[in-house]
């Protein structure tokens, strides 16, 4: 089945930082990538979803400009959280997909102090 | 707006005793997906229904989708410890929906 990458897989920095994450399919050619958040013992929140080419598309109540999402291959997509301070700190995780089963990475695991 | 419920939101069985999972949908779904996220792990996809009433087994487990598509079911008998997770439901209505989870725990 597909392989989704993503890193890094922890980050634990100061308030303030922007941090980046990177989410890339290895086998296969993904238009479309998938943003999630997720918090402790809780379901996976979409965030937004990455288009190759394209603006992203945003669900309700999430930031532009706090959350950046660039898809500027159909491998890779990032997500980028400027300015990140402690309620940021989550658990992030990307996957391909559509209306077809979809396949996560590993997320990532941010600590914001 | 669309929510996806599942119940109950934590079980504990004992290992060997059955265990099921029911999600519902405020709106009719398209298909309907599972997946089991491990403790400190990513979602793994397990199955998907797309079929009103339609039933699907993987070994110990069995998967239902409602007659109206807006609910559905995972059974798994005999649990084994290996079975332990947060099992997810997740479907196309309006928009891609993961279900609230429900988090099982098997006592040896």
């Known amino acids: 089945g597909a392989v989704v990458s993503q890193h890094p897989s922890r980050v634990i920095c100061k308030s303030g930082t922007s941090v980046k994450i990177e989410c890339r399919s290895l086998d296969f050619q993904a238009t479309t990538m998938f943003w999630y958040r997720q918090f402790p013992k809780k379901s996976l929140m979409l965030m937004a979803t990455s288009n190759e080419g394209s603006k992203a598309t945003y669900e309700q109540g999430v930031e532009k400009d706090k959350f950046l999402i660039n898809h500027a291959s159909l491998t890779l997509s990032t997500l980028t959280v400027t300015s990140a301070h402690p309620e940021d700190s989550s658990f992030y995780i990307c996957?391909?997909?559509?209306?077809?089963?979809?396949?996560f990475g590993d997320g990532t695991r941010l600590s914001i102090l | 707006g669309q929510q996806v419920m599942q119940i109950p939101q934590y079980q504990h069985v004992q290992e060997g005793e059955d265990f099921t999972t029911y999600c519902n949908s405020s709106?009719?779904?398209?298909?309907i997906q599972w997946y089991k996220q491990r403790p400190g792990g990513h979602p793994v996809f397990l199955i998907q229904?797309?079929?009103?009433?339609e039933v699907k087994k993987q070994k110990r487990l069995t998967f239902q989708f409602g007659e109206a598509k807006k609910n559905s079911s995972l059974h798994i008998t005999a649990t084994q410890t290996t079975d332990v997770g947060t099992y997810f439901c997740a479907g196309h209505g309006n928009q891609f929906y993961f279900g609230t989870g429900t988090s099982l725990t098997v006592i040896p």
């Open positions: 229904l797309v079929k009103s009433g």
């Open positions: 996957s391909t997909g559509s209306n077809q089963p979809q396949h």
């Open positions: 709106t009719t779904l398209s298909n």
